[in-house]
């Protein structure tokens, strides 16, 4: 075989193995193209935003309605509205004005106005021991600010000048039942606002449980029925409309 020869054939056999080389590499670039192709990354996938349109969905909306006759977790409330409103049953909360209108049309048998009618005037748990407690640690936490650790409403951001709070010391509220100062807690009063999101239900009422206990701990029984005892050095006359309870 002549080197022409031999050198031809070397020619043809790299030819072939750089044949052979490009058609791998395109065989792999192609399997490329198709796994980068299937590949989508979490944040480039199709999605439905919370209250955008969508497409998807015949009527357009992006957000299902839900199933009729679903609840949300812990709003099952029929079974026991006294307890979570503070309301007599079938009664809705109504707002400070039209409690004080509803209120000036009805009479207590001594012949005083009933400023809350609505509200229930008993107890929808047990009192005990415990629940006074921690009624008790609750009102220092939440209450005293305003109202004073004695209920006077002269509370330490009352005397550095915040609007003076109610007196629970008060005739007024003596009398007032349970479910108004657990309806006040729950959706705030005049300036007071609404503590339902930092107190749960069963803390509101021992905070009201110890509220009774306060007030017969406050009590002058010396004193004429109508009196509103107070320390003679921070009286504390009944809030006009629009004050803490």
């Known amino acids: 075989m002549s080197k022409s020869e031999m050198s031809h054939k070397k020619a043809q056999k790299a030819q072939k193995l750089i044949n052979a080389r490009a058609v791998i590499c395109a ?19 199709p999605r439905v935003k919370p209250l ?6 015949a009527d357009g909306l992006g957000s299902r309605q839900p199933i009729e006759g679903t609840i949300p977790r812990g709003y099952l409330r029929d079974d026991n509205p006294e307890f979570f ?19 000036a049309q009805q009479q207590l048998p ?20 415990e629940v006074v407690q921690r009624g008790h640690e609750r009102f220092n936490i939440f209450c005293s ?6 209920g006077n409403g ?7 000048g915040f609007r003076r709070a109610a007196s629970f010391n008060d005739d007024r509220l003596r009398q007032a039942p349970v479910g108004h100062f657990f309806d006040a807690m729950t959706n705030g009063w005049g300036a007071m606002p609404a503590y339902a999101p930092q107190i749960p239900v069963q803390d509101r009422w021992a905070i009201v449980a110890y509220i009774r206990a ?13 009196a509103s005892p107070a320390p003679a050095t921070s009286p504390s006359p009944t809030p006009a409309a629009g004050g803490h309870q």
């Open 52 to 57: 955008r349109g969508a497409t998807f969905f």
């Open 110 to 129: 001594g012949g005083q106005a009933n400023s809350f009618p609505d509200d229930i005037d008993y107890f929808p748990i047990p009192i005990t021991k």
């Open 154 to 160: 002269d509370g330490m951001i009352v005397r550095r």
């Open 145 to 150: 600010a305003c109202h004073g650790m004695t």
């Open 85 to 103: 409103t503070g309301k007599k049953s079938g009664v809705r909360t109504a707002t400070t004005a039209q409690q004080q209108t509803a209120g």
């Open 27 to 45: 065989f792999c670039a192609f399997l490329w193209l198709i796994s980068s192709g299937c590949r989508r990354d979490m944040q480039d996938q």
């Open 214 to 226: 306060l007030q017969l701990s406050q009590q002058n029984p010396n004193a004429a029925a109508s």
